[in-house]
């Protein structure tokens, strides 16, 4: 591998070797004919779109889903066929651009629907997105039955998916879940009653899968499990089967000190050091989306093989304490991944920061260069 050389020694490691096990993984895991649709929304949740999404279409995921029409582009220039839906977020008036790209819109309103018809040639691919319990987009699941028939009656409309979304992360949410699976699973029914059967169906993302839930749809849509981040707590859906796709970010040290005398530091000299003390300073910090601990939990990165204990971060730089370590300037600085057989993962820096491991993620997404591992 080449490091990235530059006068900002910041990167990050992505394994896209990693990101096929976990499809071939979560492949395991359903029955057979199930569909996969793999979320790269959010950059693939700080991955990377583009490369992400030619690993997954290699995989053979039948249906790559995105709420960024500019990564959805993006993705498509790249040579990526596989079919790729849009979640809700483009207005009427952007239809056009939608269609001719050849993307899915979802349609969660009469307006939305019917700047589709206007829009289309042909009878035009759309998915409804029902509102099943979560609050956030879709039709609420009462209106559903009477909206589809609305949209299914459109001219070059094609009602080709019907999905909806049930994130959950202790017992209390599993049960909400599966209270909404099989509300979903009634609706499909009764819309099949009326001569309508989207040939998409999908209720299910990682929790869910991951908890075993019972699943009459025909589809699942990934995010979380795709890049090894835990979806929901352990004693609910075991994720340890699933390897981080963002196996390391890592920096170099630009300056050592050693502290001969006693004096204080830091912001108006709030901190104290002791005769002996050394710090260490890296080009990594707020900016780059790190943050310090929180609440009194104490964060640390790995220098030549220690946790070393970090004592600030501002905008553009963090402070190390490296007293004890025989540690010199441009020596790798670990802040997520494994040195010397230690590992510090995304879901610890998590804790500290009083965040979620996909936060931690998507921070990270910012402005250091990746670099890609098969």
């Known amino acids: 591998m080449t490091e990235p050389r530059s006068v900002r020694p910041v990167w990050s490691e992505v394994d896209l070797g990693a990101l096929a096990a976990n499809v071939r993984e979560l492949r395991r895991r359903l029955r057979p004919g199930v569909g996969l649709i793999g979320s790269i929304k959010a950059n693939a949740y700080g991955h990377g779109a583009v490369p992400v999404a030619c690993v997954l279409a290699a995989e053979g995921v039948d249906v790559l889903a995105t709420g960024s029409f500019e990564e959805a582009v993006a993705v498509r220039e790249a040579g990526v066929r596989t079919p790729i839906l849009l979640f809700a977020g483009p207005l009427p008036e952007a239809m056009p651009d939608v269609l001719r790209h050849g993307f899915v819109p979802t349609v969660c309103d009469l307006e939305t629907a019917r700047a589709v018809s206007a829009s289309a040639r042909r009878a035009a691919p759309v998915w409804v997105k029902v509102d099943a319990g979560l609050g956030r987009i879709g039709v609420p699941l009462g209106d559903a039955p009477p909206f589809v028939r609305a949209v299914a009656a459109l001219p070059n409309v094609s009602v080709d998916g019907l999905y909806t979304h049930l994130p959950f992360v202790d017992e209390a949410g599993r049960e909400w879940a599966e209270s909404g699976v099989r509300a979903f699973a009634a609706l499909v029914d009764e819309l099949a009653g009326a001569g309508i059967r989207p040939r998409t169906t999908q209720a299910l993302s990682s929790a869910g899968i991951l908890a075993g839930l019972e699943d009459p749809c025909g589809a699942v849509c990934p995010g979380h499990a795709l890049y090894g981040l835990p979806a929901a707590s352990p004693d609910v859906a075991d994720a340890s ?134």
């Open 241 to 374: 089967a699933f390897r981080p796709v963002l196996r390391a970010v890592k920096t170099r040290l630009i300056q050592v000190t050693r502290h001969s005398a006693p004096r204080r530091a830091g912001i108006g000299g709030a901190a104290e050091l002791p005769a002996g003390a050394a710090t260490g300073i890296v080009p990594f910090g707020r900016t780059d989306g790190y943050r310090g601990a929180q609440d009194g939990a104490r964060a640390a990165v790995l220098v030549r093989g220690r946790r070393v204990p970090v004592r600030g971060v501002s905008l553009e730089h963090t402070t190390l304490d490296l007293t004890g370590v025989d540690a010199a300037g441009g020596d790798e600085v670990v802040v997520l991944g494994e040195q010397a057989g230690d590992t510090i993962p995304a879901a610890e820096i998590a804790g500290w920061q009083g965040a979620s491991a996909d936060d931690v993620v998507l921070a990270f997404d910012r402005r250091m260069p990746r670099v890609y591992l098969s």
